[in-house]
């Protein structure tokens, strides 16, 4: 960062520190390109945009998901419609998208959720049938692999964010991955406010999402600790798995046999008819100094979403469920065993009293 900061990569596209870390985390996730932007949600919006989707049309989206993922849609004139979770991993359920799929239909954007893939093969399938473009958003699956192959590696285009939180981060900022090069061509078009030439003369309406040199400087460094923190988290969830594995009222984080899950959250679900009210045990564990999150709310609920003009309401029981069950417990790749014991024991107290 220092060298970029010397060079002064502070602002704009040029210099090295940003094709360096484009080549860099695109050759991780075995893909050709890397578009570095400043966002996950730009990435996401730049993605929808480059392949062209606008008013009128329809992309499937995961419901259960962060808002951004719902945004990039429809801040690009087309409109979402949410797909219900499954209850292994609570990605979407393929088993559900081929009856949503409409002449107006034009992607698939599935979200690899806390970490662990959508069995992407099985999507991709689907994809091809119907002549829909698939747009993975890689969020929180750095490194995750699906048969042994990378998120972000399966659909047309890949969206990562890069914001504090994930796995690997430049403080904001995201990519966009593809093998595609007339998609790469179009996507850095218009990550630079669509500059051609001569300079000042725009035939597209493009966007000002470069990322700066100083932060590609610090994702490069970070990409190449990037498997040493996937083992952190795996460690982190391999605790959390031990010690909470006879909580029985508990539904833990699952790893199918094709996945490599990288736990970018540790996620858990009070199972219904438990008993155990999953309020009451976020508000024992905030009182034992053990913060939490709860999932997010899914799409189909969300009043912004149901706004859309075209929108159509799409039943999701499942999500609507995990929005009033899930939560996550503290997941940093620097947690010590002592004090991963320490929020477990405060778990089990914390439902004793739920």
Same mark, same amino acid.
């Given at each position: 960062m220092v060298s970029a900061f010397r060079r002064g990569e502070i602002s704009g596209s040029f210099g090295n520190s940003i094709p360096e870390f484009e080549r860099a985390f695109s050759s991780y996730c075995g893909v050709k390109h890397g578009v570095a932007v400043t966002s996950g949600t730009t990435a996401l919006h730049l993605a929808v945009a480059a392949a062209g989707i606008g008013p009128g049309q329809e992309v499937l989206i995961s419901s259960l998901t962060n808002i951004a993922t719902a945004l990039a849609v429809i801040h690009n004139g087309a409109v979402p419609v949410p797909v219900d979770s499954e209850n292994q991993t609570w990605n979407l359920d393929l088993d559900q998208i081929e009856a949503l799929i409409t002449p107006r239909t034009r992607a698939i954007l599935p979200v690899h959720l806390y970490g662990h893939p959508v069995e992407m093969d099985r999507l991709c399938s689907i994809a091809e049938r119907h002549g829909l473009m698939v747009i993975e958003d890689c969020a929180e699956s750095h490194g995750a692999t699906c048969r042994g192959r990378m998120t972000g590696g399966f659909g047309q285009m890949g969206c990562f964010s890069f914001y504090a939180n994930k796995v690997i981060t430049t403080g904001e900022g995201g990519m966009v991955v593809t093998d595609d090069d007339e998609l790469a061509k179009r996507l850095r078009l218009l990550r630079n406010l669509a500059f051609t030439e001569p300079r000042f003369f725009h035939e597209a309406a493009g966007y000002n999402f470069r990322m700066t040199g100083l932060q590609a400087a610090i994702g490069t460094v970070q990409t190449h600790k990037i498997e040493a923190v996937i083992h952190e988290k795996r460690r982190v969830a391999a605790a959390y798995n031990e010690l909470l594995a006879e909580v029985e009222w508990l539904q833990r984080p699952t790893e199918l046999e094709w996945a490599r899950n990288v736990y970018w959250m540790y996620a858990v679900? =009070? +199972?219904?008819?438990?008993? =155990? +009210?999953?309020?009451?045990?976020?508000?024992?564990?905030?009182?034992?100094?053990v913060d939490t999150r709860t999932f997010f709310c899914p799409m189909n609920q969300q009043p912004c979403v149901k706004r859309v003009p075209g929108y159509r309401q799409v039943e999701c029981p499942v999500a609507d469920e995990l929005w009033s069950t899930g939560f996550y417990l503290p997941s940093s790749p620097n947690l010590t065993r002592p004090t991963i014991e320490t929020i477990a024991k405060s778990l089990v107290r914390a439902a004793e009293g739920a």
């Open positions: 679900n =009070v +199972r219904p008819g438990s008993g =155990v +009210r999953r309020d009451k045990v976020i508000q024992g564990l905030r009182v034992a100094g």
